[in-house]
């Protein structure tokens, strides 16, 4: 069973500019959900896919984008970046079925974001 | 107040030692209650979660819920210098949108 893989794994970046960040799901899971986690800190809901619509957003500004693609990976798109974006994203994919197998959530490596 | 909160440690433990690491809560909707491993640049690794109040033990690591003082543990016996890493609660309400709220995450040193 392949797990959760993320692409890059670091970046840079200046102020300004735009970045996309890759998520493939783990096999069998249909839910990914993004998170992103500044230093020292837990990790926060930006927000989650299911069936290629958003399904549910936490408390970030909409220059923070994504979307899901038919196979079930996953983007992040965030546009004119800020010193404060500069954290680890991370991506988790869950089951499609009920109760705790859909809400244990697995996660990738994260992507270490760096922003000049 | 945020809805979990988590002693931020540094934790130091000899090895061998039995660690206790805990998480308070605000929000009595939580129903899944999960810990996660962090090693140093890496993702958050799954390692027990449990529905509601009650104990779950797998290996030397047991969790426990207690929903009247919305208070969750994790003890890990016979502690090792490979569990060396940053310990994350996180909850979640386990409606339509499954997403977790996160402690802020406490840094457990074994000492060989």
């Known amino acids: 069973e392949t797990g959760v893989t993320q692409s890059p794994t670091h970046l840079i970046k200046t102020r300004g500019q735009q970045v996309t960040l890759r998520c493939s799901s783990q096999?069998?899971?249909?839910?990914v959900s993004w998170y992103q986690q500044a230093l020292g800190q837990g990790p926060q809901f930006i927000f989650q896919?299911?069936?290629?619509?958003?399904?549910g957003r936490g408390n970030f500004p909409p220059r923070f984008s994504g979307l899901q693609f038919p196979n079930y990976s996953s983007e992040l798109n965030v546009n004119a970046l800020e010193l404060d974006d500069s954290a680890l994203y991370l991506c988790?994919?869950?089951?499609?079925?009920?109760?705790?197998?859909?809400?244990?959530?697995?996660f990738g490596p994260g992507t270490r974001l760096t922003v000049l | 107040q945020k809805e979990v909160e988590q002693d931020p440690g540094p934790l130091s433990v000899p090895e061998g030692a039995i660690v206790s690491l805990n998480c308070t809560y605000s929000?009595?909707?939580?129903?899944?209650f999960m810990w996660y491993r962090q090693y140093s640049r890496k993702g958050p690794e799954l390692l027990m979660y449990?529905?509601?109040?009650g104990n779950k033990e797998d290996g030397r690591f047991t969790a426990q819920v207690d929903k009247s003082s919305k208070y969750i543990s994790l003890f890990i016996r016979d502690s090792q210098p490979s569990d060396s890493a940053t310990y994350l609660c996180?909850?979640?309400?386990?409606?339509?949108?499954?997403?977790?709220?996160f402690g802020t995450g406490t840094l457990l040193a074994v000492q060989p």
């Open positions: 988790a994919s869950s089951r499609p079925s009920g109760g705790a197998s859909r809400a244990t959530q697995y």
């Open positions: 096999s069998g899971h249909n839910t």
């Open positions: 896919y299911y069936r290629e619509e958003e399904n």
């Open positions: 929000n009595s909707a939580f129903q899944y």
């Open positions: 449990t529905y509601s109040s």
């Open positions: 996180a909850m979640n309400y386990g409606g339509a949108t499954n997403k977790l709220i």
